[in-house]
């Protein structure tokens, strides 16, 4: 009984950040740190702000992608140490915007969709256990989820003048977040009735399904060199529900029919992915025709987040105590510039802070994090007399995790205290074409 439980718990998958917050999403946001809710204008805006699509050019197809190098550090037992291993992020961004009717490129009209698809496999499923496997919780597994994300927005406001007063442009804008789900049946056999030869069972069925959360933008432009964009991204806690029915077969007759069995149905239900609520705020500001810069505050509802562990449930027999996760909210800054020498060529710098919302893993959990800093440079380059014209953009992130001790409260407690922290290395480049 133990091992099949043991089988069960590993079905399930526990991730918590999901790699568009961590690294952003397209390149030029990406090299600017994600500070583009009131200066994004491109297929990004179905992300940051979907009210930026009212910013687009007519059409416009893109393909980016990207690469993530984890490099995490652990200081403690062999056990906390197994967190250092993590797979690296390879990611594929797909992204359509533009005007309708097509091609009117003075409609008030715009839409978009942006895609981010893993490397790998679309929809992963792994585990965090309390108390046993330690993990890094904002990084790694979120990689693994496919993300969909379409966007509309209207122009509601022309720039005009009102008694004598410029009253400048506003757009909004309405979207969702789209995500895989889970759900299926594990039907596992443990026949004890040959006590020469026992044997286990176990049957997998799992059918994806989707989950979806809404996104919100205003961007209001009072003049040609001021922007100020806000924006709501609705929660997705991404349950993963698996129905469990153990049979052990205790007795068999001559004709090998089942005589005397026990049935323990049970219940195992994980947040796969969270996505916490997030508001924006954010200006854009043209100090000069060549340079913008950019600043953006967010506030992240990381409190609502219940537990990254399985819960484990049955009418049955006892099972596990839930552990809550106690995570707090945080407010996140970044930072971007962008600098336009040429019409050709553009140049990007950024910064982002990142406070950890996970509290000190003092008690049977180990999800380690810690505040983070995140560097960013990026480049763009316009090819207007390609067989079409392309724009492409490239960036560079180094993400610094602080150094973070985790004291455990109990001295026998199986992993054991650690110091986590950890340096990630991120590049892509990204091919815009214009139509």
């Avoid at 007519?58 to 990207?66: F, G």
């Avoid at 797979?87 to 533009?98: E, F, H, N, Q």
Wanted: glycine fraction near 8%; charge should be negative.
């Amino acid at each position: 009984m133990q091992r099949v439980l043991l089988l069960v718990l590993f079905l399930a998958a526990g991730v918590l950040a999901n790699s568009q917050d961590n690294f952003g999403f397209g390149a030029r946001g990406q090299g600017m740190a994600g500070a583009l809710t009131a200066d994004v204008n491109d297929f990004s805006a179905t992300y940051y702000n979907p009210a930026g699509l009212g910013r687009t050019r007519a059409m416009e197809l893109s393909l980016e992608m990207m690469y993530a190098d984890y490099r995490m550090k652990v200081k403690g037992s062999a056990t906390a140490k197994r967190a250092e291993t993590m797979d690296d992020l390879v990611g594929i961004s797909l992204g359509l915007a533009g005007r309708f009717p097509f091609g009117q490129e003075e409609s008030r009209f715009a839409f978009g969709l942006g895609i981010f698809t893993p490397g790998t496999s679309l929809v992963s499923a792994a585990s965090t256990t309390a108390g046993t496997e330690p993990d890094f919780s904002q990084y790694g597994r979120g990689r693994d989820k496919i993300r969909i994300m379409p966007g509309f927005s209207v122009r509601v406001i022309d720039s005009t003048t009102f008694d004598s007063l410029d009253v400048g442009t506003l757009h909004i804008g309405f979207g969702a977040a789209i995500l895989a789900d889970v759900v299926g049946e594990v039907s596992p056999t443990i026949d004890l009735s040959n006590s020469a030869d026992q044997t286990v069972d176990v049957n997998f069925s799992f059918d994806a399904i989707w989950d979806a959360a809404p996104t919100f933008g205003i961007l209001y432009e009072p003049t040609r060199w001021l922007r100020f964009g806000v924006a709501y991204r609705g929660e997705i806690a991404l349950k993963i529900d698996i129905d469990i029915d153990i049979q052990t077969v205790l007795a068999r007759d001559i004709a090998g029919n089942i005589t005397s069995s026990i049935d323990v149905p049970l219940k195992l239900e994980q947040v796969g992915l969270f996505d916490p609520q997030t508001v924006s705020m954010s200006v854009a500001c043209d100090v000069i025709p060549q340079l913008t810069l950019a600043l953006d505050v967010s506030w992240q509802n990381w409190s609502a987040f219940p537990s990254q562990f399985n819960v484990l449930t049955s009418d049955i027999i006892p099972t596990p105590t839930r552990i809550d996760a106690n995570f707090d909210d945080i407010w996140v800054t970044r930072f971007g510039a962008e600098f336009r020498p040429y019409d050709m060529v553009d140049f990007r710098i950024g910064y982002a802070y990142f406070p950890t919302p996970v509290p000190e893993q003092t008690g049977a959990s180990n999800l380690y994090d810690s505040d983070r800093h995140i560097f960013t440079l990026g480049m763009g380059f316009f090819w207007e007399d390609a067989w079409q014209p392309v724009k492409i953009d490239a960036f560079f992130q180094y993400h610094f995790l602080e150094p973070r001790g985790h004291t455990k409260a109990d001295p026998n407690n199986a992993v054991g205290s650690a110091d986590s922290s950890a340096d990630i290395i991120a590049v892509g480049v990204g091919f815009k074409f214009l139509f």
